[in-house]
């Protein structure tokens, strides 16, 4: 008797060492290899500005979808790119110090091997259509520029309208990690026949983009039309790229409409505060594409802008932005293009997020009413401009005198030109940032380029290495439990045999 229950003994201590050696083995095995880190550089050269991206991802992950994250950003001295059209040969070398932090952020042994993208947005687009020669030549010096840099030079071009919006819609749900839902996730939105994609709404100086998966997209309109297939899944997603529409260029077509019936040098504007006052130059005022075709002789060439600070009076001039009259299509947005109903939620990023962030209007979890949003911009308005620039005093003048003529042109957009109501308005998220990484259209211009988003779902362990080891673990656990139960019923120890009969 006393054999067998030393036999058991052994048993029971062997198992025992035998289930911590196996999570002992499982933990260290399955260890991830210690990082080996990829980089990857964007610029994006806006109207505005330019800024440079540095994202890094483990390479063995590269396929994985969220494993991209952006890890600097610097913002480059002077205008944009496109402001350099008077001196082409500078537009390279106001990028030198940016390229420079990224020499300092990525490991030196790994600069050869870092791809490095330039994308030219609707600056670019609006000086190739006045002065093409003078846009090449921006390019050219860019690249040149970027060539010399130590990394991997991938080129530098103006993209179009649709793959900004296209790459804008991808990066927020890559971030968002809408490609890889799980399947209850999956489950509920069919069932809802909820998009479990975001749509996005970019707006920039010169355009705006509005991208969303439109599950009733009719082939109206095949210029509008994007299918992706990511992941193992396909997408029919509508986009459009309005230029002249970013928030720069809007002021400037509210401006040339106002130019039409001003009777002398001076300009009442409602979307200015009262008390503010700016000069503008007329003789260089038509030559921009986007205001050429309302090119007016005027008896003056300088302009004097009045502020009167009403919000009212500002939507209607803003409003008139919009033309409503004629659509060729089932639905339309503004200016006779198609636009499909909307569906789903949208986030909205670069200056329509600057613009509610700096008003306080980008409340999350809890989206603020419409109403709420409307009354905060006509306040705002109508303070004076003494007491704006006191009560604002750390913010840039450029930005600070034009937040209430953005707030007027964001919400006119948003409700005259796409069509949200009070209703829907909540299904907009204003988001600057997911993650550490920037809303905009640079990461997912660099995930297809890099060919990093797999068009079928990657075959992979269908267990990740946290679950392995986690199932591991409580195996084993289980398995101890068992032999210790079946050792105390077989072997009833002295001190349990009374309570057991
Ligand atoms: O902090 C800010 N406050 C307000 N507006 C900003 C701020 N930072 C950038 N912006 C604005 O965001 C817009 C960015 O547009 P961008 O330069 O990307 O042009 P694009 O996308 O039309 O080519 C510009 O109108 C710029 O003035
Ligand atoms: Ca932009």
Request: aromatic share 12%; charged share 15%; with cysteine.
């Amino acid at each position: 008797m006393s054999s067998t229950r030393t036999i058991l003994l052994i048993l029971g201590f062997l198992s025992t060492l035998a289930v911590i050696a196996l999570i002992a083995v499982a933990v260290t095995q399955n260890q991830p290899l210690p990082k080996n880190i990829k980089y990857g550089i964007v610029l994006d050269a806006g109207s505005s500005h330019t800024n440079l991206y540095v994202y890094e991802w483990p390479a063995e992950k590269e396929n994985d979808t969220g494993v991209v994250k952006q890890v600097e950003v610097c913002k480059v001295e002077g205008p944009g790119i496109s402001g350099y059209s008077h001196a082409t040969e500078k537009a390279g070398p106001s990028l030198a110090q940016c390229l420079q932090q990224a020499k300092e952020v990525i490991p030196s042994a790994q600069h050869k091997e870092t791809p490095v993208y330039l994308g030219a947005t609707a600056g670019m687009r609006l000086l190739r259509l006045q002065n093409e020669s003078a846009a090449d030549k921006v390019l050219s010096s860019v690249g040149n520029t970027l060539r010399s840099a130590p990394f991997n030079f991938q080129g530098a071009r103006i993209i179009t309208g649709q793959e900004e919006g296209a790459y804008g819609w991808i990066t927020i749900n890559y971030l968002l990690g809408n490609f890889k839902q799980s399947g209850w996730k999956k489950l509920l939105h069919s069932l809802k026949s909820l998009s479990e994609t975001s749509g996005a709404l970019d707006l920039g100086g010169a355009s705006t983009q509005i991208t969303f998966e439109s599950k009733d997209l009719t082939s109206e309109s095949p210029e509008n039309q994007l299918y992706f297939r990511l992941y193992g899944k396909d997408y029919q997603v509508y986009t459009h790229s309005f230029l002249c529409y970013g928030k720069d260029q809007a002021l400037q077509q509210k401006l040339a409409r106002d130019l039409q019936t001003v009777e002398n040098s001076n300009l009442f504007d409602p979307c200015f505060h009262k008390g503010y006052e700016r000069t503008i130059n007329i003789s260089d005022f038509f030559k921009n594409p986007c205001t050429s075709d309302k090119k007016k002789q005027l008896p003056f060439s300088q302009l004097y802008i009045k502020g009167e600070g009403d919000y009212q009076k500002c939507r209607e001039s803003i409003q008139k932005l919009f033309n409503k009259s004629n659509c060729p299509y089932s639905s339309c947005s503004f200016n006779g293009i198609y636009l499909p109903p909307l569906q789903g939620d949208f986030g909205a990023f670069s200056a329509f997020y600057f613009v509610m962030n700096f008003l306080n209007l980008t409340s999350e979890p809890n989206p603020l009413a419409l109403n709420k949003v409307i009354s905060t911009i006509e306040s705002f308005c109508a303070r004076p401009w003494q007491e704006v620039k006191t009560a604002y005093h750390h913010i840039k003048e450029k930005y600070l005198s034009e937040y209430c003529f953005s707030g007027a042109y964001i919400l006119s957009l948003l409700e005259n030109g796409y069509g949200f109501t009070e209703d829907n308005w909540q299904m907009i998220h204003f988001l600057g940032k997911i993650g550490s990484s920037d809303a905009g259209w640079t990461l997912g211009y660099m995930l297809n380029l890099t060919n990093m988003i797999p068009a079928e779902q990657p075959a992979g362990p269908p267990l990740s290495h946290g679950s392995y080891v986690g199932l591991m673990v409580l195996c084993s656990l289980v398995l101890v439990s068992v032999l210790l139960f079946a050792w105390l019923l077989f072997h009833k120890p002295k001190c349990l045999q009374k309570g057991i009969v």
